[in-house]
C-alpha cells in the first residue's frame, strides 16, 4: 500500500478541528487513543499500535525525512489479540520507544487528516493521501495539494520524522 503524505506541528489543534467539523466536503470519522510500540529493525520503521476501542495493529512502513509531501510504502496486519505478537516482537527486535496519542480522524475525499495530540511532543496534524486502484499518484498529489491549500492560513510546521524520533531529539 502507498500514500503521500505530510505531517505538521500546531501550536493548537481547537481551530483546525473547528474548521475540519464545519467543511463541507470533510468528515468526522472517529477518536480513539492510541499507544505505538516501535521496534529496532535494520530499515524503515515497524510499530505494534494498540487501540482502544478496535483491533491491533502492526504497521511496516519506509519513508524519507522530509520537509515536502512524500511517498511512503506501508503495510498493516490487523490482529485482535497482540498479547502473544508483543512478547514475540519484544524478544526479536526490542523496543525503541512507546508514543502514546490521542487521535481524531477526518476524511477528505481518499485522504486521511489525522489530529494528533502527541503525550511529551504537543499537537499535530498529518495527511495522509492514499494511492490504490481508485486514485492514482496524480490524483492523489492533486487532491493532497488542493487540501493543503485550504489550511494554508494556520500555522503550521512541517516534521520530517515521526513521533518515535521526534520524542527521541
Aim: charged residues 30%.
Amino acid at each position: 500500500m502507498k500514500n503521500i503524505e505530510i505531517k505538521y506541528q500546531v501550536p493548537s489543534l481547537q481551530d483546525i478541528y473547528s474548521f475540519a467539523s464545519g467543511h463541507p466536503d470533510i468528515r468526522y470519522e472517529w477518536k480513539k487513543e492510541q499507544t505505538d510500540i516501535y521496534y529496532k529493525v535494520p530499515e524503515g520503521q515497524l510499530k505494534l499500535r494498540l487501540q482502544s476501542d478496535s483491533d491491533h495493529e502492526l504497521i511496516f512502513y519506509r519513508r524519507q525525512s522530509s520537509l515536502k509531501p512524500r511517498e511512503s510504502e506501508y503495510y498493516i496486519y490487523s490482529c485482535p489479540d497482540m498479547t502473544k505478537l508483543k512478547h514475540l516482537l519484544d524478544k526479536a527486535f526490542g523496543s525503541l520507544a512507546q508514543v502514546h496519542k490521542t487521535r481524531t480522524l477526518f476524511m477528505f475525499r481518499n485522504i486521511r487528516i489525522h489530529l494528533d495530540v502527541v503525550e511529551g511532543a504537543g499537537e499535530f496534524i498529518e495527511f495522509e493521501s492514499v494511492v490504490d486502484h481508485l486514485t492514482d499518484e496524480e490524483a492523489a498529489q492533486k487532491n493532497l495539494n488542493e487540501l493543503l491549500g485550504q489550511f494554508h492560513s494556520f500555522s503550521l510546521k512541517p516534521v520530517p520524522v515521526s513521533y518515535a524520533q521526534l520524542l527521541d531529539k
